[in-house]
Each structure stands twice: as C-alpha cells, then as structure tokens.
C-alpha cells in the first residue's frame, strides 16, 4: 500500500519535466505582471493642485507635498501600495501602476514638479477717451463796410 503514495508525487514530476518552466529569468527576459498588480504610484502631476489630502491620508507617511514649491514627493520604500491616495485624490491623477520600485542599497524618494502655467495674457490697454468733437473753423465775419 505504501508505493500508492508516490503516484501523486510521480504524476507531478512527469508533468513538470514536459512542461515550460513557469518562471521566467528575469531581468533577462521582461517582467510579466498580474492584471491586477499594485506595483507602484504614479502621479500626473500636471492635474494635481496641491491639497495635501493624499499626504494626510497616506497610512506610512510616505507623500510630501509643497503647496508653495507645487512639488509632490514620495518616499517609494515606505509605500505599502494600499492605494488609499488613489482613492481620496479629488483630481483623479494618482494612478498604482504595474512594475516593482528597484531595489537600492539605501532609501531614496521621488520628487514632481508641477510646471508653472504660463501667466494670463496681460489685460488691453483702456481705449483712449474720446476726443471732443471737432469745431468748425470759424472764419472771421468780412466788414460789410
Ligand atoms: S499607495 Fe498607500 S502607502 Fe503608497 S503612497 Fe499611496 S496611500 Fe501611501
Ligand atoms: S490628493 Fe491629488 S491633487 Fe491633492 S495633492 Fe495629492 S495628488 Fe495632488
């Protein structure tokens, strides 16, 4: 009876010793992600308008943001990925994106900078006043002498 517990394991064997290998050598070969990978943040910094909700909402701290300066900072070690920025930003440009930060030696964070807008085109110039009406050019009277 014994020998009938190895009929599993064999069955298993032979099937991976004809079939592909499920991993793939990556960084040799690209990266494959899940559908549904919460890889990384991203912003499209463009939208964003400096309001800080996602810094106060972010659970690690990770999201600094400078109203004065219009830069967004996040520390990509600290992230958890939870997605919570995602969902409280009113201008929808937060976005968790596929792929992994890379791994470093030390912590290091991101910085964007909103590019300023180009400023309003000056106002025109007031119209002159309107000038007075000409006068006729009155000509001396002739003596009737
Ligand atoms: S995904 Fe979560 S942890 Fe990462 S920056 Fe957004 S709120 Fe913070
Ligand atoms: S919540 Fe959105 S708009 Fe507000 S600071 Fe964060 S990224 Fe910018």
């Known amino acids: 009876m014994e020998e009938w517990k190895f009929l599993p394991f064999a069955h298993t064997a032979l099937k991976n010793l004809f079939s592909k290998p499920v991993t793939t050598s990556y960084p040799f ?5 899940p559908e549904r990978m919460r890889g990384h943040v ?6 964003c308008i400096s309001c800080g909700l996602c810094a106060r909402n972010c ?3 990770a999201i600094t943001v400078d109203r004065a300066a ?3 900072t ?3 070690f600290d992230c958890v990925q939870c997605g919570n920025c995602t969902n409280v930003c009113p ?3 937060l976005h968790i994106r596929p792929g992994y930060t890379e791994p470093d030696c030390q912590k290091h964070s991101e910085t964007f900078t909103r590019p300023v807008k180009p400023a309003a085109p000056a106002t025109k110039p007031a119209a002159p006043a309107a000038q007075p009406a000409a006068q006729p050019a009155q000509t ?6």
Do not use: L
């Open 74 to 76: 996040i520390q990509r």
């Open 91 to 93: 201008k929808k440009c």
């Open 42 to 47: 991203e912003i499209d910094i463009e939208s």
């Open 29 to 33: 070969a690209p990266a494959k992600y």
């Open 140 to 145: 001396p009277k002739s003596d009737p002498q």
């Open 59 to 61: 659970p690690p701290g």
């Open 70 to 72: 219009g830069t967004w």
